[in-house]
């Protein structure tokens, strides 16, 4: 094992259109941008927003990504280190030790119209809809649900100073330099809480992401660490030894992104992390240490390195198979129903995705057992109440008798996977 476990728990470039060469397989640069001193940056439809370290929010125009301009740039207080959309806003942390809220629809009037001051340092920020998550000094949630009144929801300090960080409920995982992994319980906002930590043997932790597994890829000076839940532990269940320090990673299906400072991107098949194997890369020639994902491109920046435009066409995401269970078999009860039905799917499983179609195979009612419970829909009805592992089905008033499809989807760690098998159960329905 290479951890020990501690856990209680602006001028475009010349584009590259030579075939591949000792320096890059499968990748192709379609262009750059010379962006100040960029930390990182978020891909929203056309535009590009980047945080830079020695200023603020620029705004590039990114809908041709081989010719990238820009279209603003709004000087900040404190410098840019993160970046996040919240909403149809943008959210920067910045060096000052806050966190604003930017309207940039205009990028040549980009308006601050919120911030929130952090008691430390504010270096990454996160966002899930309305709730932001902040690290630096601390570990905060805050509701951006009204951009011009940010209020902090719950800190956790119990951390060291940290950077990158990766949020899959009901933990947020955060890189911890020389400190290795601190995880952090996030399943009560207003008091998240630290979950454990494991310490890197001489290793650097500057990022990490989370898999559609639930798998733990650490970023390190040595390489990538892959680790897995075990009861209530982590252990590592791969590596991969990169040619340079990296960075950051994402993570889509079976392949990884890695970023590895001078050794540039570099793409791996994480199918099998018992044997990770390389299978793309592109060599800048200056240093790079932030990628966003935004298929068929990634975006790979660096304070040198500026804004980089990679085609990774050959690596379509694609989803890691999840064994069907035996037992899953689709049932419902009484059929033919009158007031509701009950459905099961095997006992002791819980569905992904339950839903409803009418004989002519239109959506009915889309029932989510797994996320939320009792499930309301449109008219904020309740319409589905689970029970252990079966879920009750009432149609909505408006409804007419007649024969409805039920389809069950099945996938072991939703929303994060994708959704990997189905079965589908004839209903009749009798007012």
């Not at 119990?158 to 911890?176: C, G, M, N, Q, W």
């Not at 989803?319 to 039905?341: D, I, T």
Request: proline letters at 7%; hydrophobic letters at 40%; one cysteine or more.
């Amino acid at each position: 094992m290479r951890f020990s476990n501690s856990l209680s728990i602006l001028a475009i470039c010349a584009l590259s259109t030579t075939p591949f060469s000792a320096d890059s397989l499968n990748i192709r640069l379609l262009g750059r941008f010379t962006a100040t001193s960029p930390e990182g940056l978020i891909v929203v439809e056309d535009r590009a927003f980047v945080a830079n370290s020695s200023g603020g929010l620029q705004v590039l125009d990114v809908s041709d990504p081989g010719h990238p301009s820009e279209l603003g740039y709004l000087f900040l207080p404190g410098n840019a280190t993160g970046v996040c959309r919240v909403g149809d806003n943008i959210g920067v942390a910045c060096s000052d030790n806050t966190f604003r809220i930017l309207d940039a629809s205009d990028p040549s009037e980009i308006d601050s119209i919120g911030t929130f001051l952090s008691g430390s340092a504010v270096h990454k920020c996160c966002s899930i809809g309305d709730t932001v998550y902040l690290n630096g000094g601390a570990f905060s949630v805050v509701d951006c649900s009204t951009p011009g009144a940010i209020s902090g929801i719950g800190v956790s300090p119990d951390v060291f100073d940290h950077s990158r960080f990766a949020v899959a409920p009901p933990y947020a995982y955060l890189a911890e330099k020389n400190y290795g992994l601190s995880v952090v319980d996030i399943s009560d906002p207003s008091l998240p809480v630290g979950a454990g930590r494991y310490f890197a043997l001489e290793e650097y932790i500057r990022g990490v992401a989370v898999g559609r597994r639930g798998r733990i890829y650490l970023a390190a000076n040595s390489g990538v660490f892959v680790l897995e839940w075990s009861g209530d532990s982590l252990v590592e269940i791969g590596f991969w030894a990169s040619p340079d320090d990296a960075h950051d990673i994402v993570v889509d299906g079976i392949y990884a992104f890695v970023v590895c400072g001078s050794a540039g991107l570099r793409i791996l098949d994480i199918s099998d992390p018992a044997d990770i194997v390389e299978v793309g890369h592109y060599v800048l020639g200056s240093e790079c240490t932030d990628i966003f994902l935004d298929y068929p491109v990634a975006w790979v920046t660096g304070l040198w390195a500026r804004v980089n435009a990679m085609d990774i066409s050959p690596f379509a995401p694609v989803g890691e198979v999840c064994p069907r269970p035996e037992n899953f078999a689709l049932k419902a009860y009484p059929n033919p129903f009158n007031s509701a039905v009950t459905i099961s799917v095997g006992e002791g499983l819980v569905p992904s995705r339950i839903e409803i179609f009418d004989i002519a195979g239109r959506l009915v009612e889309p029932l989510c057992p797994s996320d939320i419970s009792p499930v309301r829909g449109d008219t904020e009805r309740d319409v589905a109440q689970r029970q252990g592992d079966s879920f009750t089905w009432s149609p909505a008033p408006s409804l007419p008798s007649g024969v409805y499809f039920v389809r069950a989807r099945f996938a072991p760690d939703w929303p994060t996977a994708r959704l990997t098998d189905q079965i589908t159960k004839r209903v009749v329905y009798l007012k």
